[in-house]
């Protein structure tokens, strides 16, 4: 029977899954949470998973920053959310572009 370390067990050489899945290697949630600055999202945060949601203004290597507006559009303020505690984040997809009518060629 062949054993499981990568000499022709079940998992491949080394026991990784292939490039950038082993320790140290892809992209971390500070990494992912950059590229999204600037659009607006919804961190769950806590056990309870609290929802938080406005624009992620900036990512730290510990924390995020939200920028939000109450309900009554009064106040506006900024959340700092330390990354431990974050539960999940929730990124809207960018909607494709369409052209309307008014802006289609030959109009």
């Not at 500070?30 to 990512?59: F, K, M, S, W």
């Not at 700092?80 to 008014?102: D, E, F, N, R, Y």
């Amino acid at each position: 029977m062949a054993d499981a370390t990568g000499a022709g067990g079940y998992y491949p050489p080394g026991g990784g899954y292939g490039p950038g899945y082993g320790p140290g290697c892809g992209m971390s949630l500070c990494d992912r949470l950059q590229g999204c600055v600037g659009r607006v999202i919804t961190v769950y945060v806590g056990e309870e998973n609290v929802p938080v949601a406005g624009t992620l203004h900036a990512v730290g290597s510990n924390f995020l920053e939200i920028h939000r507006t109450t309900p009554e559009n009064t106040v506006h303020e900024a959340v700092i959310i330390p990354l431990p505690a974050v539960a999940s984040v929730v990124i809207p997809l960018q909607q494709p572009m369409t052209m309307s009518s008014s802006a289609a060629p030959g109009k």
